[in-house]
């Protein structure tokens, strides 16, 4: 190989790392994520790719990966119990809606509210401006979803509650 050569090796190296999905999984841990943002963050991302932790039955710890473990049950139990149908979760709960046409998306960053983290997501579906605000706890596997809500009186968990 000429001396010059070793020069392009940095280059075909990061351009590997960028294109083989190792550059999104940076922001996760041994423990988890590193901030209630990214947690957020990638839960849209896979969602959008059709590879989301909601409606799926193939894989418990993939909803594990994203909530804490009560709420992350009963997700779960919705999807396998609802076998393919209309279940509890009836629209997509990461925009409160079962028709989406999102525009002006943004996750805001998390702001510190009686020991929790909470993180906004913002954003217009249809030209209405809605916020979904994703309660987020720590604990000894990292960064957690809680609860997810979309208005003073309607959380994800209140779903649940109101459907037995």
């Known amino acids: ?16 790392f960028a294109t083989s999905g190792w550059a999104s999984k940076a922001q996760t841990t041994s423990k988890g994520f590193t901030t209630p943002e990214a947690l957020v963050a990638d839960l849209y991302r896979v969602q959008k790719q059709k590879r989301g932790p909601f409606f799926q039955t193939r894989s418990r710890a993939l909803v594990y990966k994203y909530f804490e473990k009560d709420l992350a049950d009963l997700i779960w139990h919705d999807a396998v119990t609802s ?30 509210e009686a020991a929790n983290e909470l993180v906004d997501a913002t954003f217009q579906n ?10 987020v706890m720590k604990d000894a596997a990292g960064w957690r979803i ?5 208005a003073a009186d309607r959380t994800l968990r209140s779903e649940f509650k109101d459907s037995k």
């Open 83 to 112: 076998k393919g149908e209309v279940g509890v979760i009836d629209g997509d709960p990461l925009y409160d809606a079962q028709d989406m046409e999102i525009k002006n998306f943004v996750i805001n960053k998390s702001r510190h």
């Open 126 to 135: 249809f030209g209405e401006k809605k916020t979904i605000t994703f309660i």
């Open 1 to 16: 190989m000429k001396p010059n050569s070793f020069k392009l090796i940095p280059a075909l190296l990061a351009c590997l």
């Open 146 to 150: 809680h609860d997810i809500v979309y």
